[in-house]
């Protein structure tokens, strides 16, 4: 075997107990209030590693030192590099949530989520409180008492929204500095798309009312605005100002289009952010739907890497910071995971909007499906920004390291065995290359030698003509860099035998993936020549890659074997058919290849088989039709 790489100590060791740790440090902890506030550790020159909000001080820094099953990677590590623990008391868990999040700006912890989107989106800027008030681009949200209207996905959908408000609402369009420095009117005028402010003397009132119905488009009140408009225009044609009542006719089209576009979700006329969640290893994407008086307004989606955080944590933390920024906070927000400060979140949103703000994460209903679609949002936007090749990279890494193994696995194969109650079973073996799925690598095993319900013969059989055809040095079938088995210490038992007796045991790594067991016990990986299986921490680059090469070999097997049992279930019944022997029941079976796609052709199409006649085609026929 290749030579190993030694096992990093940061998954090595358990979790360090309270009693490792010094007396003076034992001593801080035990002594943390039992308060709601927040917590820094700090590592001992003193740098500030983790930051947490906690109900209760004492316990939650204490957990960290007890096997709790908390998952996350640095737990194990932080007994060996905590030095000191600050904490700050709050009144509540709504101030502790709010201090955090500013902590961990501040500190920048490498222990905490730290989502950091790769991209700024832009917002649509209104100041109402200015004298000649326009509409601005901006991608950057202050706290300066202005309107924001956004974000949009893209430059693109917020430089339309921004053409129709300039071709239908009159708003200045020139900046400030050349607003007062301008001494005759522009284009825009004479095309009577801005009433001039700048030189001309301007209606204020007028001007300020078509603020107000820019205010009311941009915020989704667009069913207002419609009603609002045709009361102006049947105003302006009843004082027979002709020309104004066809410019509020053309304003009200232009609206009323938006509106069409916008799809009924909710009966309720409800404003609402719905999360979708997206996890492939340690890359997460999240999208956020919204919905505006019951439509379906827009969807943007967040990509962020190396997050190792539970799914709860992430989306809490991403919540936080969203609505910190100055996102427009809904009536609802719609989650797809429940998370720990729930109650804390909703106090400061409703605190921060004026009223009443709900968090939900529905089982059933219109919200349900809601939620379902912003799923299927963030899943599109993971694979519309496929991974990095520095992202790859890294997750393969990351398998080498956990796995100590001698080559980076580039291209890695998972062979799986699938059956049903020990009848027809069949191999399946798939390939990933740099860690997606490579088609021309999949092969599919009828088992010719091993006896039903025998998994390990039927396992070696596999791998035995696998190994054989790759030291022939046939085309397609060169060794991988890594050969993962679903099972464990007895599947990884097979496949070393298999190797040794194919002569490639020196010139490839394996491993055994094992699933959770109701023991509550994790992924495991078995390693050859290593007594105990290393347990795969949740939400890692190393059991994704894992997960995904034994999944999709699940997928693969059992795709194989629903196709034999049709085939065999269609055999089973031609038996009986009589004028239909063996060579007939072949040619049927290699002709229709189920018994559905069988009983539901026409007997013209059966008697054009091969070897088969009209009269037996009938037989055929009749005999499926009596059975229904």
């Known amino acids: 075997m290749p030579s190993r790489r030694a096992r990093p100590s940061e998954f090595a060791e358990p ?10 440090l034992r001593a801080r902890i035990e002594a943390l209030p039992r308060e709601p506030g927040v917590y820094l550790l700090k590592d001992r020159k003193g740098k500030v590693v983790y930051v947490g909000k906690a109900a209760d001080l004492h316990a939650r820094v204490r957990s960290y030192f007890a096997r709790s099953g908390d998952t996350r990677g640095f737990v194990s590590h932080l007994g060996r590099v905590l030095g000191g623990v600050e904490t700050i008391v709050t009144r509540s868990e709504k101030e502790a949530l709010l201090l955090e999040n500013n902590l961990i700006k501040l500190h920048r912890p490498k222990f905490n989520v730290l989502l950091r989107d790769d991209k700024t989106f832009l917002s649509l800027r209104l100041d109402p409180r200015g004298e000649w008030p326009r509409v601005e681009l901006v991608r950057r949200r202050k706290q300066d008492g202005a309107l924001y209207f956004g974000p949009y996905h893209s430059a693109t959908s917020a430089r339309a929204t921004l053409r129709v408000l300039n071709r239908h609402f009159q708003l200045r369009t020139c900046s400030d500095r050349m607003f007062a420095s301008r001494k005759r009117p522009c284009l825009q005028y004479f095309i009577k798309r801005c009433p001039a402010p700048c030189v001309y003397e301007v209606d204020a009132a007028a001007y300020q009312e078509q603020v107000g119905e820019v205010a ?15 009361a102006q225009m049947k105003e302006a044609a009843a004082a027979l100002d002709f020309e104004h009542a066809a410019h509020l006719r053309d304003r009200v089209a232009a609206v009323a289009r938006t509106l069409e576009a916008q799809r009924v979700v909710l009966p309720e006329r409800e404003d609402l952010h719905i999360v979708g969640f997206h996890r492939a290893g340690t890359t997460v994407n999240i999208a956020v739907v919204q919905v505006r008086e019951g439509k379906l307004l827009s969807q943007r989606a967040h990509r962020f890497t190396r997050q190792e955080a539970p799914d709860a944590e992430i989306v809490s933390h991403f919540l936080a910071g969203l609505y910190q920024a100055g996102e427009p906070i809904p009536d609802v927000v719609v989650l797809p995971v429940a998370i720990e400060d729930r109650a804390a979140l909703v106090e400061w949103l409703s605190e921060k909007r004026g009223r ?24 599109a936007a993971a694979q519309a920004g496929l991974a990095s090749s520095d992202e790859i990279a890294a997750s393969l890494e990351s398998v080498q390291a956990r796995l100590r193994l001698g080559r980076l696995p580039r291209r890695i194969e998972c062979v799986d065995i699938s059956h049903l109650q020990g009848v027809a079973s069949v191999g399946s073996l798939v390939a990933l290359q740099d860690g997606e799925p490579d088609k021309s690598g999949y092969k599919r095993f009828k088992l010719r030698f091993a006896p039903e319900r025998d998994d390990y013969a039927a396992l070696h059989e596999v791998l035995l003509r696998r190994f054989r055809r790759a030291r022939r040095g046939d085309a397609g079938w060169a060794l991988p860099d890594l050969l993962v088995v679903d099972g464990g210490k007895g599947q990884l038992g097979v496949a070393l035998a298999a190797a040794r007796d194919a002569g490639v045991a020196e010139k490839l790594d394996l491993c055994a993936l094992a699933k959770p067991d109701d023991r509550g016990e994790p992924d495991r990986v ?6 105990d299986p290393l347990r795969l921490r949740p939400n890692t680059a190393e059991l994704y890659v894992l997960c995904h090469a034994r999944d999709e070999a699940h997928r693969f097997a059992i795709a194989y074997h629903r196709k034999l049992r049709g085939q065999r279930a269609l055999r089973s019944t031609l038996d009986d058919v009589e004028g239909v022997g063996a060579a007939r029941r072949r040619a049927l079976l290699r002709h229709f290849g189920s018994l559905r796609r069988l009983r539901d052709a026409p007997v013209d199409e059966m008697a054009r088989v091969p070897g088969m006649t009209r009269a037996a085609a009938e037989a055929v026929a009749k005999f499926l039709g009596a059975r229904g």
Do not use: H, S, W
């Open 526 to 531: 078995f390693l050859p020549g290593a007594k």
């Open 15 to 24: 979790p360090v107990g309270m009693e490792a740790l010094g007396a003076e």
């Open 356 to 379: 009443r703000v709900e968090i939900t994460v529905p089982q059933r209903g219109a919200r349900r499906e809601l939620c379902d679609i912003a799923m299927r949002n963030a899943e």
């Open 216 to 230: 009311l488009f941009l915020g989704g009140k667009r069913a207002e605005l419609v009603l609002r408009l045709r």
